[in-house]
Nanobody, 125 residues
Framework: EVQLVESGGGLAQAGGSLRLSCTVR????????IGWFRHAPGKDREAVSC????????SYSDSVKGRFTISSDNARNTAYLQMERLKPEDTTEYYC??????????????????WGQGTQVTVSS
């Protein structure tokens, strides 16, 4: 059974940090690209960051560039999103999604195959 399980969300103060994890089961992370997304109420869904686990190429949205770092540990079948210098506007639920690297060419334009249930991030001012 394929599963993506997010964890690591919680409450942080502005300026603080959190690390989100996306553990995948049922497939090999090295064969997939992972995207982290968020969708705050009243805003468009945003592709926060993506990583192609086969070559570790990454991309970031302008709103998080320089503050967030995506990585993957293929041995642990887990992708991470290290979030630094958090802002109240980072508050929302975060989701990870996966697509085979052979089908991946863009963080935002592809239709991902699998996704998790999300983890809530709340940043207080």
């Amino acid at each position: 059974e394929v599963q993506l399980v997010e964890s690591g969300g919680g409450l942080a103060q502005a300026g603080g940090s959190l690390r989100l994890s996306c553990t995948v089961r049922g497939f090999t992370l090295a064969d997939y690209a992972i995207g982290w997304f968020r969708h705050a109420p009243g805003k468009d869904r945003e592709a926060v960051s993506c990583i192609n686990s086969s070559d570790d190429s990454t991309s970031y949205s302008d709103s998080v560039k320089g503050r967030f770092t995506i990585s993957s540990d293929n041995a642990r079948n887990t992708a991470y999103l290290q979030m630094e210098r958090l802002k109240p506007e980072d508050t929302t639920e975060y989701y990870c999604e996966a697509i085979e690297t052979d089908s991946w060419y863009s963080c935002t334009l592809v239709r991902y195959d699998y996704w998790g249930q999300g983890t809530q991030v709340t940043v207080s001012s």
